[in-house]
């Protein structure tokens, strides 16, 4: 089943940051009324963005950025779920009609797809975490049905693969949202967003086998999408109002910044209308100094 693409609304616009760890400042690198982008991911070289937006895959060079399209053949329409290889060459994708994951060059081609071999039959397939050493990657496995002409989710479990579309294990069974898997550099454990610990998303860490579940936010704001550094040192997460449910487009919310691993000593990055599409994905640069989001200002909203 298709879902419709996000469109901007009228007055509305999208604009692509950058966020300097070191001065705090934001830097404005795009702002167009014609297209709703989302999901920033960084190139392993530090020249560009990745972005998805009209189903399709975007190239951004930072420093001169215009929009040039990532021709991806063999794949149906993109959603925002989509992380780097670490070697650079290649991007694992989700796509939003199939909800399959798929590999393909990051130059653009033939994409392969990954899922479906293995797990439960009708699985959604929702991509967020590549291992360090790209052999794994963790998804949201969403349980899913039709009512209608509406997709209605009945649960979301943290689960994992490895690239080749072998091993996929469920790790969490809680029976509780869980969302945004991201491996920690050193490959030993997975950050993510749950409801485990009350009605409003936390971020929480385990090991990559489900075990050892740690709460590190413990905050009244709903906070989901948490994406460690390169180096390890550095984490943004993203904070929606008390009393969010689900991670919604157009919302005012705070990126939450956090050193060193004191997650309960978070600070304010910035304070932006958007939500969905801001930082789904890992969007650190590899030197760790630096992470891009995205922005959907409406004009009577941009207070």
Known sequence: MKVPLRQLAPGQL????????????????????????????????????????AGVLWRLPVNHPQLH?????????????????????????????????????????????????????????????VSSDGGQLAFVGVEAEHSEGKLRFLSAEICTINSDGTNFRQITHGGVPSDGPEYSPDGQWIVF????????????????????????????TVDWFPHMSPDGHTAVYLAYPPGTT??????????????????QKATRAARLFGGQGTINVNSWSPDSSRFAYVAYPVKEKAT
């Open 246 to 263: 689900g991670h919604p487009a157009d919302e005012w919310i705070e990126l939450m910044l956090v050193r060193d691993g004191q997650w």
């Open 193 to 220: 967003n749950t409801e485990a610990f009350s009605n409003n998303a936390q971020i929480a860490r385990m090991r990559t086998d489900g075990s050892e579940l740690t709460r590190l936010t413990f905050s009244q």
């Open 69 to 129: 399209e990532i021709r991806v053949s063999g794949v149906p329409r993109l959603n925002n779920d989509h992380v780097l290889h670490p070697g650079g060459e290649h991007i694992f994708l989700s796509a939003d009609n199939d909800w399959q994951l798929y590999r393909a060059p990051l130059r653009g081609g033939q994409a392969v797809q990954i899922s479906g071999r293995e797990g439960p039959p009708g699985l959604y397939h929702f991509l967020h975490g």
């Open 14 to 53: 999208c604009q692509v940051w950058i966020h300097s760890v070191e001065s705090g400042e934001n830097q404005l690198l795009l702002e167009t009324d014609e297209l709703l982008l989302e999901a920033p991911n960084w190139t392993l070289q530090g020249d560009a963005l990745i972005l998805n937006g």
